[in-house]
């Protein structure tokens, strides 16, 4: 009955407040109390009793009550932060003023003239909020920031104290070390203090403030320059936040040492509450963003190896992670928790699938971009291959489903990034024995004919996905001169998409389609001149298409044959399917389209590969030389892994929008103000890197002809015999240098990010739904 009781009075003080018309005394505490020391409320309730409108209402027509509001609930929570709330009723007045806050903030952000209102220090008032009587007066947003930081760490309300009963139980705040009270044992600290699932639940709320104060950039129109820095997030993670090195190693050790499947008892995510599993969504949701925050251009990651390194602590501390053991924590945390919904139990359903795999994939992007120890690390061993399967599982799960193209994204990126590395093609030759519920054909080889076979989306997935076909590409050619062995199937696969995009209507229906077949004829050449020996199931797939060689050799390129050509388009599209392709993997699950509803946040263009990868060339001695930006053939200037692909065709008001269009990769419909003509067929025909595969057909088939004729064969494993033990050594032409095409981060993958990450934080906090249905600018939310 109290509890209802508490809601009525908390619902009649919201009342009197937007009612007001006059300006109520910040002295009013009798006025100001029913918010937070009067009630009780959860953060559900305070999201259901102060609608928007009434926010909305009281921000326009009392504003002098809003600004009184927000003074007066982060004066409590300074309060709070230096007594230490010893008491159950001041830990209930923090929590109320956190919800309030967390309530009334986006509507703060999302009015221009309201934005500047925590960064203004307030006259007459500002010495109150201070922890220091003799400093100026701080501006709002840094009393509330740091009162947020000191109680992350307040004995007994989200840390366990390590008094005893004493009388003085009440540790003073201002003198405790926060570094002997990390939240969890793992990077930079041993003991792993008991559970305490209230701890957690007040940790989750606080942490749930601090995300919504960060997420003022989601206000912000994105701007193409990327200079603007977030101002919450950069006095957070500077040198004034005294707990940024132990908030940073709590974070990052609560997420790397979670467990899902804690003792492994069948439902047991039935019969109990799992408090943990909401502060481990929390903190990787504000460790990617406070990470975010740094990226943008190639300079900032130079910085964090300088001598004094990133303004941003969150980064310094990430980048300087060295510790072996360290290291692996890290690794081995992240694979648990992408592999989890991979486990497969006999009893269905019966352990628990976490949902928080995006923001889990942004933060080992981040590691991997900040810590090259960390990237180096993981390509050392065969543990980047727990990282693999995963990825592959998210990316073939959501390749039908719209709403999920960021997914897609982020999970080729990391493997874009990986691919630059030789260490992961030559950890790729490693065996795949895994079974993992994916519908691809039922193969026995390693983990890069996994990979290859993957690719298979790019013939089936939908057509969004077409943006990302440079990119997978890219990935395949970066492994291929170290893969020692391919599979039947893997070997088909690859010819399938190369005989798919060298028919001529596809390779005349847009100006970047040609740039496809170079880059799988690229990949042939590199299986062909440094790992011939065993790929002798690749040679036969060749020898067995050899017609597509042929074709592709003498491509017509006079008018009248590509308009021929052109009429023909349209009739099956890319998705020509072989027998191989329509087996699928025993358990395995087709991808599901997006539910009728679903929400989904657009996506900002993505930049062309050329512009996020920089070319490398192996030298003798295996180093890397990198290679000038020059214009060859399949990587001009205006080609485009996702030249304008923003996942939102509503994005037209927008500026870059325009130029984006004029380059959107399209393979269906030509663009009107460009058409193939014979001039420019012949400008990239005559550099199909065709020599060495024609090499190859002109020696061995007649061979192969010859032995089917004189023993009067039918069975292609006696074939398969022959080219394994054959050999072409001084016949083939010289070999040509590796090129590798490595990531390279760009203004403009980095406004991306910042849209995709914000774009999922938005989507996932919908209990309570904080930033539902305010006017955010750096997305739009559609439904599906």
């Given amino acids: 009955m109290g509890n209802a009781d508490s809601k009525l009075n908390f619902r009649k003080a919201v009342v009197q407040l937007t009612t007001k018309t006059q300006p109520v005394e910040a002295s009013d505490d009798v006025f100001w109390d029913q918010f937070w020391v009067d009630s009780s409320t959860t953060v559900q309730d305070v999201f259901a009793l102060v609608p928007a409108a009434e926010i909305r209402a009281v921000r326009e027509e009392s504003p002098s009550n809003l600004a009184t509001l927000c003074y007066k609930a982060v004066e409590r929570l300074v309060r709070g932060a230096d007594s230490g709330c010893p008491s159950e009723k001041e830990r209930q007045t923090v929590l109320n003023c956190t919800r309030l806050l967390t309530r009334i903030l986006p509507y703060i952000f999302e009015d221009a003239d309201w934005r500047g209102f925590f960064w203004s220090t307030i006259p007459g008032r500002a010495g109150h909020l201070d922890h220091d009587a003799d400093d100026e007066g701080r501006p709002l947003a840094e009393s509330l920031l740091l009162a947020i930081a000191d109680l992350l760490f307040c004995p007994d309300f989200t840390i366990q104290s390590h008094k005893k009963n004493s009388p003085d139980t009440a540790d003073d705040i201002r003198a405790i070390d926060s570094c002997e009270y990390i939240w969890e044992a793992g990077v930079g600290f041993a003991q792993a203090p008991p559970l305490n699932y209230l ?85 990787v949701q504000i460790l990617i963003v406070t990470l975010e925050h740094e990226a943008g251009s190639a ?279 072989n027998s191989v392709e329509n087996e699928s993997m025993e358990g395995s699950r087709p991808a599901v389209p997006a539910e009728p509803g679903t929400l989904k946040a657009s996506l900002e263009a993505t930049p062309g590969i050329d512009k996020i990868t920089e070319k490398s060339q192996v030298s003798q001695d295996g180093t890397m030389v990198t290679l000038p930006h020059s214009d060859s053939p399949h990587t001009s200037t205006k080609s485009g892994i996702a030249a304008g692909a923003s996942d939102s065709e509503s994005n037209s008001e927008r500026d870059h929008k325009s130029e984006s269009a004029r380059s959107r990769l399209s393979s269906i419909s030509s663009t009107a103000a460009w058409s193939a003509n014979s001039d420019w067929v012949s400008s990239w025909k005559a550099k199909l890197p065709l020599q060495t595969i024609m090499r190859l057909l002109q020696v061995l088939v007649p061979q192969v002809e010859k032995i089917c004729i004189d023993k009067g064969l039918t069975d292609e494993s006696e074939i398969l015999k022959f080219l394994q033990h054959g050999t072409l050594v001084g016949l083939l032409p010289v070999p040509h240098p590796i090129l590798i095409r490595k990531y390279q981060a760009n203004a403009g993958t980095a406004m991306w990010f910042r849209t995709y990450i914000w774009g999922v934080i938005y989507l996932r906090n919908v209990d309570p739904p904080i930033w539902y249905d305010t006017d955010i600018r750096l997305f739009e939310i559609q439904r599906i």
Avoid at 233 to 239: A, E, H, L, P, R
Avoid at 438 to 453: E, K, Q, R, S
Avoid at 489 to 508: G, Q
């Fill in 299 to 577: 300079a900032s990651a130079q910085e964090v190896h300088t001598a004094g390194g990133p303004d941003n602590l969150f980064v310094n501390y990430l980048s300087r992670i060295h510790r072996e053991e360290d290291l692996s924590f890290v690794l081995k945390g992240l694979a648990r928790l992408l592999n989890n919904p991979l486990i497969q139990t006999y009893l269905p359903r019966s352990t628990k699938k976490i949902q928080f795999h995006q923001e889990l994939l942004i933060l080992f992007w981040k590691f991997c971009d900040f810590n090259k120890k960390f990237l180096f690390f993981v390509l050392k061993s065969s543990d980047v291959l727990d990282m693999l399967v995963p990825i592959l599982f998210y990316l073939n799960d959501a390749r039908a489903d719209q709403s999920r193209l960021g997914l897609m994204h982020i999970g080729v990126f990391i493997l874009l990034l990986l691919s630059g590395e030789r260490n992961f093609g030559v950890r790729l030759n490693k065996p795949y024995a895994l079974r993992v519920p994916m519908d691809i054909p039922v193969f026995t080889g390693t983990h890069a004919d996994l990979l290859i076979i993957f690719h298979k989306i790019i013939s089936s997935g939908h057509q969004r996905l077409q943006p990302l076909f440079d990119c997978l590409l890219t990935i395949i050619v970066n492994i291929s001169p170290y893969l020692k062995s391919l599979s039947m199937v893997a070997a088909n696969k690859l010819l399938h998409l190369l005989e798919a995009f060298s028919t001529p209507w596809f390779l005349f229906s847009s100006p970047q389609n040609h740039h496809l077949v170079f880059f799988l004829l690229e990949v042939c050449n590199n299986i062909i001149q440094y790992q011939f020996d065993g790929n002798f199931n690749l040679v036969y797939a060749i020898i067995r298409k050899r017609s597509v060689f042929h074709q592709l050799a003498n491509l017509p390129s006079d008018t009248a044959s590509i308009q021929r050509a052109l009429q023909k388009k349209k009739r099956t599209g890319i998705s020509r399917t």
């Fill in 199 to 283: 701890h957690d639940l007040n940790r989750t709320e606080l942490l749930k403030l601090l995300l919504t104060c960060f997420s003022e950039a989601m206000y912000l129109p994105p701007s193409p320059e990327n200079k603007v820095l977030n101002p919450w997030i950069s006095f957070f993670c500077s040198t004034e936040n005294r707990h940024a090195l132990p908030l940073f190693t709590s974070l990052l050790n609560v997420v790397c040492a979670y467990d899902p499947v804690g003792y492994g008892i069948p439902y047991n995510h039935l019969l109990f509450s799992d408090y943990r599993e909401q502060l481990v969504e929390q903190a």
